[in-house]
């Protein structure tokens, strides 16, 4: 698939420079209408390194005083614009690279045949490889460059939630962000937040109640879940979504996931995905709040006194070298290990080939960072894999789609378990089938209501046709009629004679026709860092970290063996805060 937009894009940025002469790298093409001036803020060779911060502020305020923002460049024109549907707002630099060959970002995921600008430029070495003990080392013998209140490391919804609460509480914040970009895997949430209580559900008169989302949360975690965690979370759920209200998200559309009883999925209204608007509300909120949010900076080490108290962080920073800052406060907000092959292999062995939904940030540092300095882990080898992942890609086909009213069919067109299962049973039974891959199934009133299916149409995964007998024959789902009459009768009488489904949204009936292939993939990892309710993270002794906190996938505990659809965000939010609030607490007292 050729991605237009950013032909145009590049095209339009071109244009714009004046010139199209070809050139081995963007940096020596700017060169031709200037200096090194043009980009850097000095033109002096021998300075230019020491003048750069790493996130390249001022570089990329350059590219956009000239060339205008990414929303300028491609003005609205495009259906579907990647910085919307997840990337958001991000720095250029994040795949324009100066000095070598661009970062095909998207392809991290996707497979776009990307017309990326000096893509022939020389390929640099990575800046983020290994973890260099002996300079990590150094960092630490040459004492802090820089002190502040309370050091939050990742930038996802966790970290972002955290590092503001921190700042609201009076403290000196700062957050660390290895990628070039912040959102992690939360900027990929597409189903929603679960809340309990919220002005949307009584608006809706769905009755609910705290009690009932715990032991939703408990069933589905097999009850391995920490219930005290799982209180907090049934308590300020509600709580949570006005928190993210208050600083200008839109959760007023509600549907049911799996395992829940009841609708308690909040997203935002008209069916947009969850996380890229939380990420951008986030985002827009530590920046009105002047909080330093720093990217290509990855922490290396936690580094204790000799009490055992946090001292601060090393971090590695992608111009700027290894660096120590002290904090009595450290957050953890790293998010889980999904994306890490070692990890997999060695916690959950029997995954280790398995696809993944998750962000390539998803690597376990987290984990890594806290088990060296003593840390506890709860389950940590308890991973769970999405049953819906697109076959043959790492993209996620939501649950909303079922819980919207999808069904779920194996290679002959015959369902085989109700599709608002948990994920687990979801995904155990998809593997017992036949060719270990299923289809979701539905039609155009589907479309209508969730406009993300638009967005698997547009990357080419959905099979349709005008009518579910042509879809049965173009996708060889021979029973594929008599099962979408038989639902469509259990649909009418509201009772699914063949496998329980409780809720039955919408029937099959309307044309046309779709079909997505799917199977199962990782896609949480339940385990993690071992935290008390006040976000405290525990040591092989079960006692308190003195200054170590961390919220989010990095800890375990609340999922239990399995976390149910809509709890990994609300998780983020509410211990994401509380996290922020007792680091802050933390190191203020300790002034
Ligand atoms: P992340 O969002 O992953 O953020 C961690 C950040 O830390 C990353 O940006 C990473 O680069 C950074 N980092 C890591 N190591 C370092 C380091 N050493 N130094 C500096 N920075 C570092 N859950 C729901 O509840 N609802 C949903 O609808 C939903 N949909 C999902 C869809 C997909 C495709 C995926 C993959 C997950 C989904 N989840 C959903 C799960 C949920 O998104 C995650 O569990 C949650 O977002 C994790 O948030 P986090 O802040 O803990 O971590
Ligand atoms: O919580 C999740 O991971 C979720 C709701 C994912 C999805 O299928 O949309």
Redesign the pocket.
């Known amino acids: 698939m050729k991605l237009k937009y950013l032909a145009s894009a590049v095209a339009v940025m071109m244009l714009t420079s004046g010139s199209a002469i070809a050139k081995n790298d963007l940096a020596s093409f700017h060169t031709e209408m200037g200096d090194c001036q043009t980009c850097h803020v000095t033109g002096k060779m021998k300075d230019i390194k020491k003048s750069m911060t790493d996130s390249q502020t001022h570089e990329n305020a350059q590219c956009q005083d000239c060339h205008g923002s990414y929303a300028d460049l491609v003005n609205d024109k495009l259906e579907f614009d990647p910085h919307a549907s997840h990337l958001g707002d991000i720095n250029c630099t994040s795949c324009h690279t100066g000095h070598a060959k661009p970062e095909l970002t998207c392809n991290n995921c996707h497979n776009f045949e990307m017309e990326m600008p000096f893509a022939d430029a020389k390929e640099k070495k990575k800046w983020d490889g290994d973890w260099n003990q002996d300079k990590i080392q150094k960092a630490i013998d040459k004492g802090p460059v820089e002190t502040v209140d309370v050091i939050v490391?990742?930038?996802?919804?966790?970290?972002f939630n955290a590092a503001i609460s921190a700042k609201m509480a009076g403290a000196n914040v700062v957050l660390?962000?290895?990628?070039p970009y912040?959102?992690?895997?939360?900027?990929?949430?597409?189903?929603?937040?679960?809340a309990v209580g919220t002005p949307q559900q009584k608006a809706k008169g769905i009755e609910d109640s705290v009690d009932w989302y715990a032991e939703d949360a408990m069933k589905g975690g097999r009850y391995k879940n920490d219930p005290k965690l799982v209180q907090i979370l049934a308590e300020e759920s509600a709580g949570a979504v006005a928190w993210l209200e208050s600083l200008g998200a839109n959760m007023d559309d509600l549907k049911r996931s799996g395992g829940a009883r009841v609708e308690r999925?909040h997203r935002p209204s008209g069916g947009a995905s969850?996380?890229p608007h939380i990420i951008d509300t986030l985002r827009v909120a530590a920046k009105e709040r002047d909080i330093p949010v720093r990217v290509n900076?990855?922490?290396?080490k936690i580094v204790l006194n000799d009490d055992k108290s946090v001292a601060g962080v090393v971090v590695h920073g992608r111009h700027s070298g290894y660096n120590m800052v002290a904090a009595d406060s450290v957050v953890l907000?790293?998010?889980?290990y999904?994306m890490n092959k070692q990890m997999v292999a060695y916690y959950r062995p029997t995954m280790k080939d398995m696809t993944s939904?998750?962000?390539v940030?998803?690597?376990g540092?987290?984990v890594l960072?806290a088990k060296e300095i003593g840390a506890s882990m709860t389950d940590i080898d308890w991973v769970q894999a999405h049953p819906t992942i697109g076959k043959d890609s790492r993209i996620?086909i939501?649950?909303t789609v079922r819980g919207v009213g999808a069904i779920m069919v194996n290679t002959d067109g015959q369902r085989f378990i109700s599709e608002l299962t948990t994920r687990d049973r979801a995904s155990d039974a998809i593997l017992k089938q036949k060719d270990q891959y299923a289809w979701l199934v539905f039609d155009e009133q589907l479309v209508e209501k969730k406009k993300m299916v638009r967005g698997y149409e547009h990357l080419g995964m959905l099979s349709k046709a005008n009518t579910i007998e042509e879809l049965a024959k173009i996708t060889g789902m021979k029973d594929l009629p008599k099962t979408a009459a038989d639902y469509n009768k259990y649909q009418a009488s509201g009772k699914d004679e063949a496998f329980g489904r409780e809720d039955m949204p919408i029937n099959l009936t309307k044309a046309p026709f779709y079909a997505v292939k799917v199977a199962p993939g990782i896609?949480?990892t339940m385990g993690g860092v071992a935290v008390d309710t006040d976000a405290n993270v525990l040591n092989l002794q079960s006692w308190k970290m003195d200054g170590l906190f961390a919220?989010?996938?990095?800890t375990g505990g609340l999922h239990g063996h399995n976390r149910l659809?809509?709890?990994?965000?609300?998780?983020?939010v509410v211990f994401?805060r509380k996290a922020g609030e007792n680091a802050a607490k933390h190191a203020l007292e300790k002034k």
Request: zero cysteines; hydrophobic letters at 30%; glycine letters at 26%.
């Open positions: 490391v990742g930038g996802g919804s966790a970290g660390f962000e290895k990628a912040t959102g992690g895997n939360s900027m990929l949430a597409a189903g929603g937040i679960n999925t969850v996380g900076s990855r922490i290396e907000a790293t998010g889980g999904g939904s998750n962000n940030t998803a690597t540092d987290g960072l996620l939501s649950e896609h949480h919220a989010g996938e990095v659809g809509g709890n990994a965000i609300a998780e983020t994401g």
